[in-house]
């Protein structure tokens, strides 16, 4: 079956950079994209970018454009996102999600969640 | 951006009831060339990462029991549990695919009376 399992919590201090991974298993990992979603403390999930696990294209939301990094290392089937110059409101719970699709498509597998804090 | 809002914030529902939650999107997120919606629902439970329940609108994942269905079209769009369980205690979002960013509409709490 398809798992999605990420790197355990983190607390970083306002400034430095956090890298979450994602490794899949239980399908082709190239044939998908993967998205990072996030979810603050009482606020509605927001989509961080998504990278083509193919050939390594990356899309990210305006929002975090300078500040996030995504990457894929198909020989370890993992994905990782790098988020950098952390500040308090970036503490958030963080998934990786599975497209259904090579590229866009709704999100029909989800990882664990990484819970990153953001505190001095 | 496309921008998705749901209404209303939270429901209460008797177990047998049903269940209706709306979801509007700022744009039309209908293909015409394929007819497909670009809407997705998910199921939240505390503690949990979001389950995909229906996609392209009307399209229920697999596994997914029967009772949740997906109607709508263009901007408009309906979440449906004809008849609400005590397992269905969640929070649900629309998200849109249509373009990047993705975006989710604010979530309906769904609760038992």
């Known amino acids: 079956q398809v798992l999605l399992v990420q790197s355990g919590a983190e607390v970083k201090k306002p400034g430095a950079s956090v890298k979450v991974s994602c490794k899949a298993s239980?399908?082709?990992?190239?044939?998908?994209?993967m998205h990072w979603v996030r979810q603050a403390p009482g606020q509605r999930l927001e989509w961080m970018g998504w990278?083509?696990?193919?050939?390594?294209?990356?899309k990210y939301s305006e929002k975090f454009q300078g500040r996030v990094t995504i990457t894929r290392d198909t020989s370890a089937s993992t994905v990782h996102m790098e988020l950098s110059r952390l500040r308090s409101e970036d503490t958030a719970v963080y998934y990786c999600?599975?497209?259904?699709?090579?590229?866009?498509?709704?999100?029909?597998?989800w990882g664990q969640g990484t819970l990153v804090t953001v505190s001095s | 951006d496309i921008v998705m809002t749901q209404s209303p914030d939270s429901l209460v529902v008797y177990l047998g009831e049903r269940a209706t939650i709306n979801c509007k999107s700022s744009?039309?997120?209908?293909?015409?060339?394929?007819?497909?919606?670009?809407l997705s629902w998910y199921q939240q439970k505390p503690g949990q990462p979001p389950k995909l329940l229906i996609y392209?609108?009307?399209t229920r994942e697999s596994g997914v029991p029967d009772r949740f269905s997906g109607s709508g079209s263009g901007t408009e769009f309906t979440l449906t549990i004809s008849s609400l369980q005590a397992e269905d205690v969640a929070v649900y979002y629309c998200?849109?695919?249509?373009?990047?960013?993705?975006?989710f509409g604010g979530g309906t709490k769904v609760e038992i009376k």
């Open positions: 744009q039309n997120i209908l293909y015409s060339s394929n007819n497909k919606n670009y």
């Open positions: 998200q849109q695919y249509w373009s990047t960013p993705l975006t």
């Open positions: 999600a599975k497209s259904a699709a090579a590229n866009i498509g709704p999100l029909e597998y």
């Open positions: 239980g399908y082709t990992f190239t044939s998908y994209a």
């Open positions: 990278i083509n696990v193919d050939n390594g294209n990356t």
């Open positions: 392209w609108a009307s």
